[in-house]
């Protein structure tokens, strides 16, 4: 699996801001797809996580209530969609997959994911 993650940009506090990640190779409803962040001089951080069906999500607990995760199965594509952004949001955001990872705190540790985007860069200005 190839992940592209794509969409971010420049938003001003209190925007709204949607990335996505697309996936190529086959079998994509079996992956959990994870994003992650990470700001300068920070280590990288779980942001949210869906499951396959798209029916389980989990999410840290800074963005719980702003953002959402969603996906498109038929299109292959993972979408993370940021609301009410705040300048602590800035980071470069990652997407990543797993095949049939439990979208629990299991989903949240990097290293149980073996695929990996190439990352976007979402600033959000105060």
């Known amino acids: 699996v190839q992940l592209q993650a794509s969409g971010g940009g420049l938003v001003q506090a209190g925007g709204s801001l949607r990335v996505s990640c697309a996936a190529s190779?086959?079998?994509?409803?079996?992956?959990?797809i994870g994003w992650f962040r990470q700001a300068p001089g920070k280590e990288r951080e779980f942001v949210a996580a869906?499951?396959?069906?798209?029916?389980?999500?989990y999410f840290t607990d800074s963005v719980k209530g702003r953002f959402t995760i969603s996906r498109d199965n038929a299109k292959s594509t993972g979408y993370l969609q940021m609301n009410s952004l705040k300048p602590e949001d800035s980071a470069v955001y990652y997407c990543?997959?797993?095949?049939?990872?439990?979208?629990?705190?299991?989903?949240?540790?990097?290293?149980?994911?073996?695929?990996w985007g190439q990352g976007t860069q979402v600033t959000v200005s105060s």
């Open positions: 869906i499951s396959g069906s798209g029916g389980v999500t």
């Open positions: 190779g086959r079998s994509f409803s079996s992956y959990t």
């Open positions: 990543a997959a797993a095949r049939y990872l439990i979208a629990d705190k299991t989903a949240a540790v990097a290293n149980h994911y073996y695929y």
